[in-house]
């Protein structure tokens, strides 16, 4: 299969739009190229990378620690590792216009078909907690501008650059329409409105954006467990206007959750008997790794 760096595969990015154009996508998290390979396996046509769960799965909080270097390691492992358009957090771009340049260009040529950036201050917060601050949407505007250029640059604009704004808990629903709507007229050709309450909200802000005519950008959900954003299904995202739905942390929460009980019992009973039957087997991780014992292994080509 051509992977994202094969001179004859066309751009992720451009893969990437001609799948939203068609319908809306689901993009599972994928923390480590092994999760990214399931989610190939499970017929998924996109996979994203989250920061909150690369960063919890290093050991630290998702607070803006880990370096452009980490993220990047890890983005080209999921896009090599799934053969699939990704796109990638990052963050508040790892700080000002020069490190946004950077982050496009590292991340482009680790394969990704984009990122998004988030109109935070530093250090930043996950988008479903309370007490967030943002930075001037002048701020923002030039960090986009920057991040197009780069696109441009780097990709003739395949990259896509996709703006995250997480005004509605801080500033308001109205507010967090005008940055959208500030940050497009810069360059980015996605929108991804974070906290989210409701369906209605959805609707309205995916509305608000489509008002913009042809300058009107894709449009990313974040379906996230546990946070506030209702339940809502891919195929009711799609109905509301969104092309792109992202479900950053719930691999690791349904691994995690897995090794909590495993270990639970193993501490309790001295052995795992009573999980085998949940465990991923040793034959079904040599499938998944397309690998055959005692014959050479090809490596995805780059």
């Known amino acids: 299969m051509p992977t994202p760096n094969t001179p004859s595969?066309?751009?992720?990015?451009?893969?990437?739009?001609?799948l939203m154009d068609r319908s809306v996508v689901a993009a599972p998290g994928a923390?480590?190229?092994?999760?990214?390979?399931?989610?190939?396996?499970?017929?998924?046509?996109?996979?994203?990378?989250?920061?909150?769960?690369?960063?919890?799965?290093?050991?630290?909080?998702?607070?803006?620690?880990?370096?452009?270097?980490?993220?990047?390691?890890?983005?080209?492992?999921?896009a090599t590792g799934s053969g699939l358009p990704v796109i990638a957090d990052a963050d508040t771009g790892?700080?000002?216009?020069?490190?946004?340049r950077r982050t496009v260009l590292e991340y482009n040529h680790a394969g990704a078909a984009g990122l998004h950036l988030e109109d935070q201050v530093f250090p930043k917060r996950c988008g479903h907690l309370d007490g967030k601050a943002?930075?001037?949407t002048e701020q923002m505007v030039s960090k986009i501008?920057?991040?197009?250029?780069?696109?441009?640059?780097?990709?003739?604009?395949?990259?896509?650059i996709c703006a995250r704004t997480d005004a509605k808990g801080v500033e308001g629903f109205d507010s967090a329409v005008e940055r959208a709507r500030a940050y497009v007229d810069a360059g980015a050709t996605m929108i991804f409105p974070e906290g989210l309450h409701s369906e209605d909200e959805f609707k309205r802000f995916a509305d608000a954006m489509k008002s913009m005519?042809?300058?009107?950008?894709?449009?990313?959900a974040?379906?996230?467990?546990?946070?506030?954003?209702?339940?809502?299904?891919?195929?009711?995202?799609?109905?509301?206007?969104?092309?792109?739905?992202?479900?950053?942390?719930?691999?690791?929460?349904?691994a995690m959750g897995a090794i909590d009980r495993g270990l639970n019992e193993l501490k309790a009973k001295g052995t795992l008997e009573g999980q085998l039957d949940t465990m991923q087997s040793r034959k079904d991780l040599y499938?998944?790794?397309?690998?055959?014992?005692?014959t050479p292994w090809e490596i995805p080509a780059r």
């Open 134 to 136: 943002l930075v001037p």
């Open 287 to 294: 499938e998944l790794m397309d690998y055959t014992p005692g």
């Open 145 to 160: 501008r920057w991040a197009a250029k780069a696109s441009q640059d780097c990709s003739d604009g395949n990259f896509i």
């Open 213 to 220: 005519g042809s300058n009107a950008p894709y449009m990313l």
């Open 94 to 100: 790892f700080g000002e216009e020069e490190m946004v």
């Open 31 to 78: 923390f480590n190229a092994l999760v990214a390979r399931a989610v190939r396996r499970a017929g998924f046509d996109a996979a994203y990378v989250s920061g909150g769960a690369l960063s919890v799965a290093g050991g630290v909080p998702d607070v803006g620690i880990l370096s452009l270097d980490h993220f990047a390691r890890v983005v080209r492992e999921v």
């Open 9 to 18: 595969a066309p751009h992720p990015g451009h893969t990437l739009r001609t």
């Open 222 to 254: 974040n379906m996230t467990e546990f946070g506030k954003t209702p339940m809502i299904s891919l195929d009711r995202f799609g109905e509301l206007g969104y092309q792109l739905v992202i479900f950053p942390v719930s691999t690791l929460r349904i």
